[in-house]
């Protein structure tokens, strides 16, 4: 139940002094350790707060030349290096732009009452030692849709299993600890502070990802393919299903390609248990899906590659109103802007996030000649999340013309811009952090 309600607050530190003090003997306490991000089988706590800071959040609090061995992805910060993650600054709110963010808090429980309260217990800890520079609240969208995200889909899904936390499900990743935590085995880098202070954190990536829902069904009605003994709304609903490799419910089309299948979509046992290997075209599931584009499995290095991170992402914003239905558009009052509040954790950002967005789902190359011999078929853009501003053209997208692609001219998920954030170990807030 954890994660219904979330509230992100970016804050500047004012006071180094007094943030330190009040950092080690009231925050400290609250703050819930990295290990319980891996995914558990069982509810870790019913109530969860992280404090990660941006770079230049590190410098402030004495931390010489916080680069923590990124390939200066972190050390310059998100809105630097947007453009090569296909965003449009134009697009990104002012409060992202710059370095200026010096540290972010999570504030997540099955209450809003219960974020609230810790919310107000953090403001009266830390007083006038930080400011507050940015808001963001999260919830769980209501009804039947709660843990699915704005377009319909179930989310969270899939996430790789840690060797020695958790057993994966069938056909669900398993990667070695270093992937997720600094300086544990596996991690691809060594680097500063990941023997020492930094061991055991973790890059938090944050995006504020809206979501033009209206846009995204319309096209689907005016793009649906022509499946026999189908009409155009299970058209319309297949379509949807390719582009993101899933069905709402959350059933791979891997395993079922024409129609939802509760029974797959509920069972863990079955709804990761795929690796788009037979067949490897994109009969079953698009090769441009966003399932597999960003994590393509079997596609990849034989399904062993580092390139995985854990998501903890959740909606935020209104439901659609019945105006924008009618109108097939979205509103542009600020307070109907919805999407996904964006959260991965990795202990590398090139390895982990900044691959799979830039490298993966904005590339048209990206699995280009994947068991099409001669190279002819070029597999576009992810058609969910690929590069704003410019028209993708997935492949395979039309069952019946697996070699064609549908140009996309309009962004489904507009990036209003983010930060990378490090999430460090509690005992670095206990010390190296606060004194
Ligand atoms: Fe995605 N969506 O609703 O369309 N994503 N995603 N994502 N995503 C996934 O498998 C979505 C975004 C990944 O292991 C599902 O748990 C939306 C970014 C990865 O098989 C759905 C947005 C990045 C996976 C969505 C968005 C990723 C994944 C299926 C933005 C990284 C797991 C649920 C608004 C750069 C793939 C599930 C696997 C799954 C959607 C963003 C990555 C429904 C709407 C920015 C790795």
Redesign the pocket.
Known sequence: GLNLTNIQGDILIVDVPSFKAQLKSGIAPLITSTFQLLPNTTDPADLFVNIAFSSSGLSKLGIANPDLGDNNLFQKGQFNGATNLGDLTSNWLPQFAGTSIHGVFLIASDTLDGVSATLSQVQSILGSSISESYRLQGQARPGDQQG?????????????AVNGFNTPHPG??LVNPGVILFGESGDPKSRPGSTGWAKDGSFLVF?Q???RVPEFNKFLLDHAPSEANMTLEENAELLGAR????WKS?A?VAMSPLFDNLVIATNAQQN?NFDFSAPSDSSLCPVSS???K??P?ADFSKGNFPN??I?A?IPYGPEVTDAENASNTSSTDPSLDR??A?V?YQSDIDTG?ET??SD??NDPSFRRGYQYANNAVLQGADP??GPNGVSRSPAGLDPSNLSGSITIMED??VSKGGEYFFSPPISAIQTTLSS
Do not use: K, Y
């Open positions: 699915h995200e704005h377009f319909g889909f179930m989310d969270g899904i899939s996430n790789p669900q990743a995006r990802l809206a979501q582009m993101i490799g899933r959350g791979p990761n966003h399932i597999r960003t994590n499995r995985h991170i998501r992402g999407g996904l964006f991965a996030f799979l967005q993966w789902a969910i999340i489904f998920v």
